[in-house]
């Protein structure tokens, strides 16, 4: 069974950092890109990064671009997203999301973490 398990949200200060972490269960990451989106109240989800394992490409959001850096553990079928210089808009539910290489969508998502950035 496919299962996705963030963690590593929390409340945190402007200007402070956060990982989140999304252990991945059911299949290895070699096969897969891993995205990560959040929603925050009132807001439609959005795109916030991505790792694709066929060319190993990234992609950030405008909005994060020099402040976030996804990861990957292999030995340990992990994804990161190490979150700096954190402001208020950050304020989201997170969500990790998984796509096959081969395909166009993200068939599985995980439960979400909560980040709360706020002084």
């Known amino acids: 069974q496919v299962q996705l398990v963030e963690s590593g949200g929390g409340l945190v200060q402007p200007g402070g950092s956060l990982r989140l972490s999304c252990a991945v269960y059911?299949?290895?990451?070699?096969?897969?890109?891993i995205g990560w989106f959040r929603q925050a109240p009132e807001k439609e989800r959005e795109g916030v990064s991505c790792?694709?394992?066929?060319?190993?490409?990234?992609y950030y959001a405008d909005s994060v671009k020099g402040r976030f850096t996804i990861s990957v553990d292999n030995a340990k079928n992990t994804v990161y997203l190490q979150m700096n210089s954190l402001k208020p808009e950050d304020t989201a539910v997170y969500y990790c999301?998984?796509?096959?290489?081969?395909?166009?969508?993200?068939?599985?998502w995980g439960q979400g973490t909560q980040v709360t950035v706020s002084s």
């Open positions: 059911g299949f290895i990451l070699d096969y897969y890109a």
């Open positions: 999301a998984a796509a096959h290489i081969a395909g166009t969508t993200y068939d599985y």
């Open positions: 790792f694709s394992s066929n060319d190993n490409s990234t």
